[in-house]
């Protein structure tokens, strides 16, 4: 888990209430950031002292598989399935010929975010579509003010957001059926070129944006619209100075010639690492209590708006619905929700499972074609021709 302090803080509290059911094995928390944690767990796999348990999100879950870590959990999925309904696509992406690899526990989805009344100003209604959006960023730009906060730096933030433009312009899938790397084509180059406009209306220093400085800069006023995840909702007021009512969402924008619905769509699991049979046993029985209706809410809560339920069972989620956070900002939710149904995540659209996508992720690939364009002024096809040659190296 990432070191985000209210976070640590609210799992802890959960580890200690677990511990005090006196289980057979005791549950203790370490964190882990995502720029240091794919070297963190390789260094692991070496001296043989990997946790029990690690969060993981899909691709990334590929990476810790080829290290030779990780155990099949499709027992405990199977169980929990059958007593709350796990969504399915919440499964998918940890599914390798018929054995689950990690236990899902959150979702994760972005969706357009901006400033009700900064727009209400300008006229302009929440954008539906590329043209729109990118007609909206222009018009709310102003000399003190940029249209919107996109990231460009080197790292999974940009990824992210990124991918959620492929996904809504028919360019998420960057696979063959064979499964080797189908990345330098039209609708590639065409939503890099897109990415690169919106970034002219972007503040200046964007290349060094990753998640905090887009959300601080559309609390701030000094951006109108950003896109990211749920984790904007709790601070949105205090940050602001705005009424919960200000804060706008809306689904990504798409493209406007064949674009269809699309958002990056992580479902964050835990895999099981421990090699010891009692120790997976215990591993098992911790995550299956973490699922439990009086108990799931809670873990949710952690992140209100950013961790999203993965299971379909109403009694299930009915403590973390009427949380504060989530209770203001139902609306929003609710839009979270169904975009989550047409979420997607590269190496696992299209039924595909490409087993070393995370060594195209774990390199940033797709945040370093944004930079050669955005940063060095290298054309989109030329950017993206490098990145299909670096991503066929990556996975050799």
């Known amino acids: 888990m990432e070191s985000v302090p209210h976070r640590v803080e609210a799992w802890e509290a959960l580890a200690d209430e677990y511990n005090a059911t006196d289980p057979a094995i005791p549950v203790s928390v370490q964190v882990q950031e995502w720029d240091s944690v794919y070297q963190g767990v390789a260094a692991a796999a070496q001296s043989g002292a990997q946790p029990d348990i690690l969060f993981a999100i899909p691709d990334f879950a590929t990476y810790v598989r080829n290290l030779g870590l990780g155990q099949p959990v499709t027992e405990t999925v199977n169980e929990i399935d059958s007593q709350y309904g796990l969504i399915p696509a919440a499964t998918a992406s940890y599914t390798d010929d018929g054995d689950v690899w990690a236990v ?22 929440a954008p539906e579509t590329w043209s729109e959006l990118l007609a909206a960023a222009e018009a709310l730009t102003t000399d003190d003010r940029a249209g919107i906060a996109v990231p460009a730096g080197r790292n999974l933030a940009s990824d992210q957001v990124a991918y959620s433009f492929m996904l809504t312009g028919g360019a998420g899938n960057w696979f063959g059926d064979d499964g080797t790397v189908a990345f330098d084509r039209a609708e590639v180059t065409e939503s890099i070129d897109f990415y690169n406009q919106l970034l002219q209306f972007s503040p200046e220093d964007s290349a060094n944006y990753a998640w905090g400085e887009p959300q601080a800069a559309l609390n701030s006023g000094s951006a109108a619209m950003a896109v990211e995840k749920g984790q904007y909702l709790a601070p949105w007021t205090a940050e602001s100075g ?27 699991g835990a895999m099981v690492l421990a090699e010891d049979a009692d120790r997976q ?3 098992a029985d911790f995550l299956k209590w973490l699922m439990e209706p009086d108990v799931y809410g809670r873990f949710l809560d952690a992140e209100p708006g950013l961790f999203l339920p993965v299971t379909s069972d109403s009694s299930q989620t009915e403590a973390w619905r009427s949380g504060e956070i989530i209770n203001t900002y139902s609306e929003c939710v609710d839009v979270m929700l169904e975009q989550a149904d047409s979420g997607g995540l590269f190496g696992f659209v299209d039924g595909q499972y490409i087993d070393r996508i995370g060594d ?16 060095n002024g290298e054309t989109p ?7 299909q040659s670096a991503m066929e190296e990556a996975i050799g």
């Not at 979702?107 to 209400?120: A, I």
């Open 360 to 375: 195209i992720s774990g390199q940033n690939i797709l945040a370093q074609t944004i930079q050669r364009v955005y940063v």
């Open 381 to 387: 096809a030329e950017a993206v021709a490098w990145a």
């Open 104 to 125: 899902p526990m959150y979702g994760m989805v972005q969706l357009l975010w901006y400033n009700k009344p900064m727009l209400e100003e300008a006229g302009l209604e």
């Open 242 to 268: 705005l009424q919960p009512e200000d804060l706008g969402c809306a689904p990504i924008p798409v493209k406007d010639d064949g674009g269809s619905a699309g958002s990056i769509y992580y479902s964050n």
């Open 281 to 283: 046993a215990a591993s």
